[in-house]
């Protein structure tokens, strides 16, 4: 009788905890209430933890202490990253979900195996293979971020085929379990070819794509904490697993319009191959140059500025150079917006991560269609790092393997000025015949130190 | 088919309905505090772990269980604290000067 109490006081704590996260994503729909998300969710996830420690069924608790301890020294400094690290963190941390939730689903079969039914089977397999290649997929995801791995796409021929026919297998071993349940030797089989199939979906994807796969990965470390919660039979986690999962495919869904892509061409068509040909004939076009004193000349003549940032901006470090700048345009009484793309840089939202750390107000930061709506207007764009989001072939060139991709229409501003270290063609290695444009000057150097430059000159100007 | 997997699913697709409504209302401006939030309440399957661990029935079950307690917890404490701290670094002009 006691026990049956304490099972529905725990039980009746998991439906607080399942209100208070639904809450927490709920507020975060403006940055203004966002911060008692954050509160409702840690009040919940704190109540959810706290029930569960109650449970009558645990035995020992020492070493559950203990791994609490470990699992908060490896988390506290991973929250405590500098901003620039947060793709990869992020990969790291669905990483961390995914492989959690494999830990138990292998647990939970070494347990009952081999009297387990089909259907229990099915369920465990099906949660054990996802969580698996989500936990090798982030590894690698992670690595590319970090640049511990390249970041260009690694491809072979028939890698595709190949591909599929590992999730092939590791489904089919699956499938041979549930009929034969006494053949346990396959299990193990079958985890190490879905840990295999995680490295090999990854491993072709460039680093443009990162922010697509960042948010299809949140999906699959979602939903194997939902398939987790119908194995254990635990509402709570297939509430908070649905949740995660839907927040995970909804980005990519996001990503992929943003690039004008399907799941499939992101996930099977690696970017870097298509455009090798076509690059072949180049033309000599001519470009024109300018110095941080004309750059800083052009903007102190502008009353609306656009600045578009991108990857480059992240790599350089130049967030708080360009605050500066902000500040110094500002200064003057010259209108200054960013121009936010959604696939620009390595994470959904990364952009404004970056520049909201660097104090710039989130009011100034702008999407992509509110912007665009206002190039026409703007004096001077000042791109920073940023290359296909700004590519007019997409618009124009049916030929261009990003046709079609809605891109940041800079080219309508009546000057535009791109921060690059060089000619070389970015990071997808397309060609963008923005830099050739009769309005279009190009400022060479490190993004970091031009920026520096140009806020230098403008505050001379303003003394002299 | 268990009767447990039909009321698991119906909870399923009522909070997937739940979750795209929700999140389809995020701005874009906090997607990455969304991932980064997400991802502490996913980790809510550390209390999986700490059953599969406390319950003590086999080593191997303990061994696992406890990696999932630390890998999950470390993705709550860190996933909250990151998120927080993002959310904080939300200002507007005004609240900036104030």
Known sequence: MNGLLTQQLIDSTYIIAVVGFVLSLKWLSSPVSAKYGVLAGEIAAALAVGATLCNPELVQYKWILVALIIGAGVGIPLGLVHMTAVPQRTALSHAFGALSAAMIGIAEYYVAAPNISKFSMGEIGLEVIIGSLTFTGSVIAAGKLQEILPQRPITYRGQNIVSLSVLGAAVAIMIVLMIHPEDMYLFPVMVVVALIFGVMLVTPIGGADMPTVISLLNSYAGFSAALLGFVLNSKVLVVAGALDGSSGFILSVIMCKAMNRSFTNVMFGAFGQVQTGGSAAKEEKSVRSATAEEAAAILSAANKVAIVPGYGMAVAQAQHKVRELYDALTKKGIDVRFGIHPVAGRMPGHMNVLLAEADIPYDRLIEMDDMNSDLPQTDVALIIGANDVTNPAARSDTSSPIYGMPILDVDKAHTVMVIKRSMNPGFAGIDNPLYYLDNTLMLFGDAKKFVGDIVRELGGGQSG | ?98
């Open chain 2, 1 to 98: 088919m268990p009767s447990d997997f039909l009321s698991n699913l119906y909870v399923f697709i009522l909070a997937g309905f739940v979750g795209f409504e929700v999140i389809k209302r995020v701005s874009p401006l906090l997607h990455t505090p969304l991932m980064s939030l997400t991802n502490a309440l996913d980790a809510i399957v550390v209390i999986a772990a700490i059953i599969i661990a406390g319950r003590h029935e086999t080593k191997l079950s303990v061994a696992l269980g406890l990696i999932a307690v630390a890998a999950s917890f470390s993705n709550m404490v860190g996933g909250f604290l990151i998120t927080d701290r993002m959310l904080r670094m939300f200002k507007t002009g005004k609240s900036k000067k104030s």
